[in-house]
């Protein structure tokens, strides 16, 4: 109930239109009770030729009108027109309505979900597949115009329709009346019956329609590593097996929908029965007309589908519930990282960084970093090296609070970062990541996502700043050339120069680089390299480095093992101590030394 609960706050700003909504329902009401009964007067007071209700002889006599029996059948097919196009204009602006607040409230839901979702820790991302997550803003964000429905909406219609017919039910004959509102808990216990097994059937189905859209999302983003490896076949038979299971579990779900609905047409078909034997024997000892009985009949058919209405509600509830806690899930999540309260703005940094006893990681029971202490000084160039795992990336992760520290403190310029706001914080720190993410648009907006409202000209500079200028202008569009999705059409090196540039036009204090050339050939290497030397220039700058010739230029390497520092210092000083990081690249001084002449 909390997750139906969550959902519903959304419709409080809406509260002009379901006042309309109401408004409109209870007229939409009254017409549709109103409709049967020109039947009535056709039967009995056109072809039957009773006398008229003292009420509608005055009505007509106080219009002038002369109850003949043509008179009466004119007024008849009037009336039922009149009434069927004043419900029906009714019923349209009441879809309208409804239509144009419950999907303005979805957008609303969806909106959450992905500011919410983006200030998740990178930790759920790298955990979490891009397919479920897609799934729960674009598919599971309508839970709440579902639910607004299911609980609101609907049965406020069905419930002012209900109040309309069983008073005018009443007036034809309250005996059968109160039958036919006994079927009620009947039809709604049998409905009860069934709430868990559909729960848990919408519950399987959601999570495998999410399993398709991950599988297929990551087969299409991995489509050059599927087809190296020639897997096209085997993608397509996992896509197969998912869509087997849901398959399986509509026949579940339509399953059990099936004998709920047999089981409330058993009742209501019993109902039925028993009233229309009762009401022609009433017919047959006069105390009820042919057309009383008939319009009887026709409200019995409309009360028992307004009935099944609030008989289906828990099984639909059950259906939904699924949708309705995977949003609450993501609405109700604490965020990894967050503001503490009271957090303050990063003055105008220096770029100081210090790590202070610094134990962290991603599972409680293996940490990644232990007791790490060491500082950095502004302007400094601090060179990370270490074997694959042993915490590179999330020793440089902790200083822009992609996490945090389970125990000890990172500082920047002498403030703890988990005091800082996360805002002002990451405003002064460039990372430019190893693999270079660049959106489907202009190259000038893609440097330009550092820094949005930058001019053309700083954007310009940026790119001549990171040796990006040249190649950009041979291109057919220039700065304004259309780039693939993740940048495809360009080649390493050119998508290495765009990250550069983002991170020049930035201008932070602090820098992060995650070093991309050890894929690129040696002239790239060498552009990259010049653009590298001049964004540290006056920048505390921390490099991943996985090459010596990195190494080399940095004013002190730490040299990471098994999630603490097994050394630090410059290079000669650890090349002469003969130790880990010698160890480590005595590969690399063997490939990069120079054949004698006329070595073969």
């Given at each position: 109930?909390?997750?139906?609960?969550?959902?519903?706050?959304?419709?409080?700003?809406?509260?002009?239109?379901?006042?309309?909504?109401?408004?409109?329902?209870?007229?939409?009401?009254?017409l549709?009770?109103?409709?049967?009964?020109?039947?009535?007067?056709l039967?009995?007071?056109?072809?039957?030729?009773?006398?008229?209700?003292?009420?509608?002889?005055?009505?007509?006599?106080?219009?002038?009108?002369?109850?003949a029996?043509?008179?009466?059948?004119?007024?008849?097919?009037?009336?039922?027109?009149?009434l069927?196009?004043?419900?029906?204009?009714?019923?349209a602006?009441?879809?309208?309505?409804?239509?144009v607040?419950g999907?303005?409230?979805?957008?609303?839901?969806?909106?959450?979900?992905?500011?919410?979702?983006?200030r998740?820790s990178?930790?759920?991302?790298?955990?979490?597949?891009v397919?479920?997550?897609?799934?729960?803003?674009?598919?599971?964000?309508?839970?709440?115009?579902?639910?607004?429905?299911?609980?609101?909406?609907?049965?406020a219609?069905?419930?002012?329709?209900?109040?309309?017919?069983?008073?005018?039910?009443?007036q034809?004959?309250?005996?059968?009346?109160?039958?036919?509102?006994?079927?009620?808990?009947?039809?709604?216990?049998?409905?009860?019956?069934m709430?868990?097994?559909?729960?848990?059937?919408?519950?399987?189905k959601?999570?495998?329609?999410?399993r398709?859209?991950?599988?297929?999302?990551?087969t299409?983003?991995?489509?050059?590593?599927?087809?190296?490896?020639?897997?096209?076949?085997?993608?397509?038979r996992?896509?197969?097996?998912?869509?087997?299971?849901?398959i399986r579990?509509?026949?579940?779900?339509?399953?059990?929908?099936s004998?709920?609905?047999?089981?409330?047409g058993?009742?209501?078909?019993?109902?039925?029965?028993?009233?229309?034997?009762?009401?022609?024997?009433?017919?047959?000892?006069?105390?009820?007309?042919?057309?009383g009985?008939?319009?009887?009949?026709?409200?019995?058919?409309?009360?028992?589908?307004?009935?099944?209405i609030?008989?289906?509600?828990?099984?639909?509830?059950q259906?939904?519930?699924a949708?309705?806690?995977?949003?609450?899930?993501?609405?109700?999540a604490?965020?990894?990282?967050?503001?503490?309260?009271?957090?303050?703005t990063?003055?105008a940094?220096?770029?100081?960084?210090q790590?202070?006893?610094?134990?962290?990681?991603?599972?409680?029971?293996?940490?990644?970093?232990?007791?790490?202490s060491?500082?950095?000084?502004?302007?400094?160039?601090?060179?990370?090296?270490?074997?694959?795992?042993?915490?590179?990336?999330?020793?440089?992760?902790?200083?822009?609070?992609?996490?945090?520290a389970?125990?000890?403190?990172?500082?920047?310029?002498?403030?703890?970062?988990?005091?800082?706001?996360?805002?002002?914080?990451?405003?002064?720190?460039?990372?430019?990541?190893?693999?270079?993410?660049?959106?489907?648009a202009s190259?000038?907006e893609?440097?330009?996502?550092?820094?949005?409202?930058?001019?053309?000209?700083e954007?310009?500079?940026?790119?001549?700043?990171?040796?990006a200028?040249?190649?950009?202008?041979?291109?057919?569009?220039?700065?304004d050339?259309?780039?693939?999705e993740?940048?495809?059409?360009?080649?390493?090196?050119?998508?290495?120069?765009?990250a550069?540039?983002?991170?020049?036009l930035?201008?932070?204090?602090?820098?992060?680089?995650?070093?991309p050339?050890?894929?690129?050939?040696s002239?790239?290497?060498?552009?990259?390299?010049d653009?590298?030397?001049?964004?540290?220039?006056?920048?505390t700058?921390?490099?991943?480095?996985?090459?010596?010739?990195?190494?080399?230029?940095?004013?002190?390497?730490l040299v990471?093992?098994?999630?603490?520092?097994a050394?630090?210092?410059?290079?000669s000083?650890?090349?002469?101590?003969?130790g880990?990081?010698?160890?480590?690249?005595?590969?690399?001084?063997?490939?990069?030394?120079p054949?004698?002449?006329?070595?073969?």
């Open positions: 109930m909390h997750n139906y609960l969550r959902l519903l706050r959304y419709a409080r700003g809406y509260r002009s239109s379901f006042l309309l909504i109401f408004v409109l329902t209870l007229a939409v009401s009254g549709v009770a109103l409709q049967p009964w020109p039947l009535k007067l039967v009995d007071h056109v072809l039957e030729a009773k006398p008229l209700p003292t009420v509608l002889e005055s009505l007509f006599h106080g219009l002038s009108l002369e109850p029996r043509w008179t009466l059948l004119a007024t008849v097919v009037i009336g039922g027109l009149l069927f196009v004043f419900s029906g204009a009714a019923d602006v009441l879809s309208w309505t409804w239509t607040a999907r303005r409230m979805v957008y609303d839901v969806a909106e959450d979900l992905f500011a919410r979702l983006q998740r990178l930790t759920f991302h790298k955990r979490t597949p397919g479920d997550i897609m799934s729960r803003v674009t598919v599971d964000s309508w839970a709440v115009y579902q639910v607004m429905d299911t609980f609101v909406v609907t049965p219609h069905a419930l002012l329709t209900m109040t309309a017919m069983i008073l005018l039910m009443a034809l004959n309250p005996q059968l009346t109160l039958i036919a509102l006994a079927l009620a808990p009947f039809m709604v216990a049998a409905s009860f019956l709430g868990k097994p559909l729960r848990a059937a919408a519950k399987f959601r999570e495998i329609e999410s398709i859209q991950a599988h297929i999302q990551q299409l983003t991995g489509i050059p590593v599927v087809q190296a490896f020639g897997q096209e076949e085997r993608g397509s996992q896509l197969a097996r998912f869509a087997d299971a849901a579990t509509q026949q579940h779900s339509a399953l059990l929908g004998v709920n609905s047999l089981s409330s058993l009742v209501t078909t019993l109902g039925s029965g028993a009233i229309l034997w009762l009401g022609a024997r009433q017919v047959l000892e006069g105390a009820l007309t042919i057309g009985i008939l319009v009887f009949l026709v409200y019995l058919n409309s009360l028992q589908a307004q009935m099944r609030f008989a289906g509600l828990y099984p639909a509830l259906n939904l519930s949708s309705a806690g995977r949003v609450v899930e993501i609405l109700d604490t965020a990894e990282i967050s503001d503490q309260p009271g957090a303050r990063l003055p940094p220096r770029g100081d960084v790590f202070d006893r610094v134990t962290t990681g991603y599972d409680p029971q293996r940490p990644v970093l232990k007791d790490i060491f500082e950095v000084k502004a302007g400094q160039t601090i060179a990370i090296v270490g074997a694959t795992g042993a915490g590179k990336s999330t020793l440089v992760h902790l200083i822009p609070r992609f996490l945090d389970w125990s000890g403190r990172v500082l920047v310029d002498g403030h703890d970062v988990r005091e800082l706001c996360l805002a002002s914080l990451r405003e002064q720190i460039s990372i430019v990541p190893q693999e270079t993410f660049l959106f489907p190259l000038a893609n440097i330009a996502y550092a820094r949005p409202d930058a001019s053309r000209a954007i310009e500079a940026a790119a001549r700043a990171a040796s200028h040249d190649f950009i202008v041979r291109l057919p569009g220039g700065y050339t259309v780039i693939g993740r940048g495809s059409t360009l080649s390493g090196g050119e998508r290495q120069r765009l550069l540039a983002r991170a020049f930035r201008n932070s204090r602090i820098l992060i680089l995650d070093e050339t050890s894929a690129l050939d002239e790239t290497e060498r552009r990259i390299f653009a590298w030397e001049r964004l540290a220039k006056n920048r700058t921390f490099i991943i480095a996985h090459r010596l010739s990195t190494a080399r230029r940095a004013d002190r390497i990471m093992k098994d999630g603490t520092i050394e630090s210092g410059t290079h000083e650890l090349m002469s101590r003969a880990h990081y010698a160890h480590l690249h005595r590969p690399q001084d063997q490939c990069e030394t054949r004698p002449a006329g070595a073969t």
